[in-house]
């Protein structure tokens, strides 16, 4: 095998450990494992939801809040911990009944392609999403965006380090926000 084959396949194949990550994630999401959820994050993760602006056309780029702005969500990893559990604990007022969801990931890129990924490297990701959820027998929930995530490898497995998720509405229709990306 030539480098330039080589390349390709390690790039292929640390391509396919990133599609693996998210898809086990999702589905822990979905049959609402959270503590082995949690087990896929760093200690260090940066969990954020900016909220979306509607801007007129010149100023495209800023149709979302910024780093140190207002935001849906900003927690790290023991906020998301507490709201895990806080859910589990079966007196959650807006998860009682719980609600049932389904990610749904596609379209997992990274931007500048990586071949390798080192001990404690990083590297850049994005991937689109759609989120359903139904509660009870008339609610129901479509949220569909991207995530920019970094994941980073600590002790040789991929683990997510960052994730900025960015909804396509500006106007939240579901009735909180329960559920994790």
């Known amino acids: 095998m030539n480098d330039a084959d080589k390349s390709r396949a390690d790039y292929l194949s640390l391509m396919r450990q990133v599609e693996d990550l998210f898809y086990l994630e999702a589905d822990l999401l979905d049959e609402r494992r959270y503590e082995s959820w949690l087990e896929l994050l760093t200690d260090d993760i940066r969990y954020w939801m900016p909220m979306r602006k509607n801007v007129a056309f010149d100023d495209e780029r800023g149709d979302i809040t910024g780093d140190h702005d207002i935001a849906w969500i900003d927690d790290d990893k023991v906020n998301l911990a507490k709201r895990a559990r806080q859910i589990l604990t079966g007196i959650h007022w807006a998860e009682e009944?719980?609600?049932?969801?389904?990610?749904?990931?596609?379209?997992?890129?990274?931007?500048?392609?990586?071949?390798?990924?080192?001990?404690?490297?990083?590297?850049?990701?994005?991937?689109?999403?759609?989120?359903?959820?139904?509660?009870?027998e008339t609610e129901t929930d479509l949220m569909v965006g991207r995530r920019h995530d970094t994941i980073r490898r600590v002790d040789g497995r991929l683990m997510i380090a960052r994730r900025k998720i960015i909804l396509d509405q500006t106007v939240l229709m579901a009735k909180n926000l329960t559920i994790f990306f």
């Open 97 to 136: 009944p719980l609600s049932r969801a389904s990610h749904v990931i596609t379209n997992i890129r990274m931007p500048q392609p990586v071949a390798v990924l080192p001990e404690g490297g990083e590297l850049a990701t994005t991937c689109r999403f759609i989120l359903y959820r139904n509660r009870v």
